[in-house]
């Protein structure tokens, strides 16, 4: 079956209105079907538009990046750092070298302990979409190989 590359324009707000994103004035956005390139939530309705449409989308936090996982917020001692980190709430960092593997954000300082949440910032949140439909094109070889598409007009990058 072929797949599609679909491309839209979206304003993203919280549940208080306030914009957290957007690519108006930019580039739009463009994604592979099936490829998990962006939210569940999101895509299962983009599919279903065509060119030119517009659509109010709200999606669930468990349809876009999670609910919050207690078992990810952990406390780490300060031995598991390496010698003379300075540590300040808000650094990132990675457990491993792999680029999936989750990013975890320093939350609190404690004298022996630090507390680090490993969930995704967005986790928890229901997220409110503004969306139009910009591009719908059968997605190039290259571009079902890769598992991403490829920008709106099939060429740049790699
Ligand atoms: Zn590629």
């Known amino acids: 079956m072929s ?24 580039e739009p956005l463009v994604f592979l079907e099936n490829s998990h390139q962006i939210i569940p939530g999101l ?12 659509r109010k989308i709200e999606v669930k936090a468990a349809d876009a990046y999670g609910e919050i996982n207690p078992e990810m917020i ?11 980190a300075n540590l300040q709430v808000g650094d990132q960092f ?12 320093v939350t609190e300082l404690g004298a022996d302990e630090v507390s680090v949440d490993g969930n995704h ?7 409110f979409f503004d969306v139009e439909l910009t591009t719908v ?18 060429h740049g990058h790699h």
């Open 3 to 26: 797949r599609r590359v679909i491309g839209f324009h979206y304003t993203l707000t919280d549940k208080a209105g306030t914009v957290i994103d957007s690519s108006v004035g930019d």
């Open 43 to 54: 895509e299962k309705v983009l599919v279903l538009l065509n060119v030119g449409d517009k």
């Open 74 to 84: 952990i406390k780490v001692k300060r031995t598991q750092f390496p010698p003379g």
């Open 94 to 105: 990675q457990v491993n070298e792999d680029a999936h593997s989750p990013v975890f954000t």
């Open 121 to 127: 910032p967005m986790a928890g949140k229901d997220l």
């Open 137 to 154: 094109r059968n997605a190039t070889e290259e571009e079902i190989a890769h598992g991403h598409a490829h920008g709106a007009h099939g």
